[in-house]
């Protein structure tokens, strides 16, 4: 359902933007930078995808991590061939992870379920936070509305993550506030 929202967003966003869109205008050394980061990044967030997939026996635990692995593979893609199109040179990346039986891991190395979804969130924020900075940092509409589509697909995401780490009770809620006077 809120994939479906987001593609009917998008779709109309897109359209807007597409006249206004001018490719013409080479991109600013920091429209540059952030497509190299992000990039890296999304390298590095794949290498500890497939190392949890090596890791975990959970069914759903293995479902979030494949479509993590799913869009981060594509979004890599878009990114990785827009880089190409404007001439910037793309990162060096760790090679793929062989697969490996998650029960040969000794527990002193093996990643709990919680470890591993605690550590999706944090590289899932710092992507978020890569996105809103590239968003900010555009000048041209065309890398913009690509650092939107990518914010939004990880939003998305960040969503049934959150839903998983909820019901298994993984989730690191801070203590309440409640301010002086108000009744408990």
Known sequence: MLANTFEAVWNVVSKEFDNLTSSKTPLHIGEAMDCWVYLTSLGEF???????LNTTIDDEVKEMLTDAIRMC???AQKLGDFMKKEGIPLPETTPP???SEPNAIPLGVKLTDEEIANGITLKLT????MCAKGQIDSIRNDMGMLWF???LEMLT???SLKALMMKRGWLKIPPYYYPPG???
């Open 149 to 151: 589509k990518f914010h």
């Open 182 to 184: 108000q009744p408990q």
């Open 73 to 75: 593979e594509s979004q």
């Open 126 to 129: 710092t992507c978020l936070a």
């Open 46 to 52: 794949i290498r500890f995808e497939e190392m949890s």
């Open 97 to 99: 992870k062989p697969n």
């Open 157 to 159: 995401f960040g969503t």
